[in-house]
Every structure is written in structure tokens, then in C-alpha cells.
């Protein structure tokens, strides 16, 4: 019987008698031309014969590429992709240990003022999550500390702040004090005032930026 949900119409502008008028069949794209109504692009006869074949061709070429028959390119690309995800993994875990390797050769630059640790220097490392996860780092082996790090991210300058509590109190703001420091390097940003992160078009000043947080501690600091 005739399914009451489903139109059974399709039109494509040109009619035919039969089907075996236009040959193959084959349906390239569907998207929705107006609401309630359903656009499909098809190709026939010959054209539809060369996409069949086209497709093949890239099927073959794909199994000659991952040395598998072409019914087992699913199971191979699969394969790959879990390899990927499981490669993905070790190296953010090689890149967290070698964060950690260069925190620990850091934590001598931290400079003493008025009784906490002030540490503002610049890290080789690929992102920002990256720089997070140092600051947190620094933030536990210093203690009261304002921390502030920068680093080259896709060619552009960062830094990323950490404020300890009992200097917040103090007038200590990380938001505060990137955002003033990316000036420097020609853009600006802010945050929480325990955490924040700001960026900037030149990464030549970078080490102007890290150089003004001592300045800018001192100016801002009460108590």
C-alpha cells in the first residue's frame, strides 16, 4: 500500500514515460529549496555511468594507498583514524611532560617582592592551553605568586596571567595587568583577576610586555 507520509511525486522538469528512458540513475545532492519542499540533483545515462566510474577509481586508489582491498577502505580508514586520535594523545601527554621539564627550569627567574614571588618570562610552547596549564604549575611550586607567561602562538604573541588569592587582595589583577602589558605589542585582552590571557599583533615586543609586569606590580600593589 501507498505510505500516507511520503510523496511518491518527483519532478524534474522533463518527463518521460518510463525510467529506462533516462538509464541510470544516480542522486549527486539534496537540499531544501523552499519549506516542505526537498531539491535533489541526480545524474543519468551516461553522466551517471562516468560518476560511477570516477568513484570507483578514487576507491581503488584509496585501497592501493592503505594496501587493502577496496571492500576493507572503511575498515582501514577506521583503523587509521583510531591510530590518530590514540598518536593525538601521547604526543599532548610528550608536550605536558616537556611543559613540566621547562617549569621546573624556570622557577629560578621568580624575583621577590615584598614578601611573594613574581615570575613573568617567556616559554617555547605550541598553545595556549599549553601556557594554562604552566601557570597552574607555577602557581602550586610558588605559592603567593603573580605569574605571567608568554609565548609565540601561531605567530602571534600571548600571555596568559595567574593571580594567588591573597594578592588579589592586595590589588593584584591578572586581567588587569595583561591587559595593560599587551598594550605593548599592539593588542590587549583580560580576565578574572586570578586568571586571564590577552594577545597582540607584535610578537617583537613580547619581551618588552614580560619586562613591564615588575613595573606595573609595583604600581598596583596595596598593603
Known amino acids: ?20 528512458e533516462i538509464g541510470n540513475f544516480r542522486v549527486v545532492n539534496e ?9 535533489i540533483e541526480v545524474l543519468t ?12 577509481h578514487v576507491l581503488d586508489e584509496a ?4 594496501h587493502t582491498r577496496p571492500e576493507e577502505v572503511g575498515d582501514a ?30 622557577l629560578s627567574q621568580a624575583t621577590q617582592v615584598d614578601g611573594f614571588n613574581v615570575l613573568a618570562t617567556q ?16 602557581r ?4 603567593s605568586a603573580v605569574i605571567v607567561l608568554g609565548a609565540v602562538v601561531d605567530e602571534k604573541p600571548m600571555l596568559v596571567a595567574s593571580v594567588t588569592q591573597d594578592l588579589i587582595d592586595r590589588g593584584m589583577h591578572a586581567g588587569n595587568l595583561v591587559r ?13 583577576p586570578n586568571m586571564a590571557q590577552a594577545g597582540g599583533k607584535d610578537a617583537g615586543q613580547l619581551p618588552a610586555a614580560l619586562a613591564s609586569v615588575s613595573d606595573w606590580v609595583n604600581a598596583n600593589l596595596k598593603g
Open 1 to 20: 500500500g501507498e505510505d500516507e507520509g511520503v510523496s511518491m511525486e518527483l519532478c524534474g522538469g522533463t518527463h518521460v514515460d518510463t525510467t529506462a
Open 31 to 39: 537540499t531544501s529549496s523552499a519549506a516542505g519542499v526537498r531539491r
Open 45 to 56: 545515462g551516461r553522466a551517471a555511468e562516468e560518476l560511477v566510474e570516477t568513484r570507483f
Open 63 to 66: 585501497a592501493s594507498l592503505l
Open 77 to 106: 580508514v577506521k583503523q587509521l583514524a583510531e591510530q590518530h586520535q590514540a598518536l593525538q594523545k601521547e604526543l599532548a601527554q610528550m608536550r605536558q611532560k616537556l611543559a613540566q621539564q621547562e617549569s621546573a627550569n624556570l
Open 123 to 138: 616559554v617555547d610552547v605550541p598553545d595556549v592551553d599549553t601556557m594554562r596549564q604552566m601557570t597552574d604549575w607555577f
Open 140 to 143: 602550586d611550586k610558588l605559592g
Open 180 to 192: 595593560d602589558a599587551a598594550k605593548l605589542m599592539g593588542g590587549g585582552g583580560g580576565g578574572r
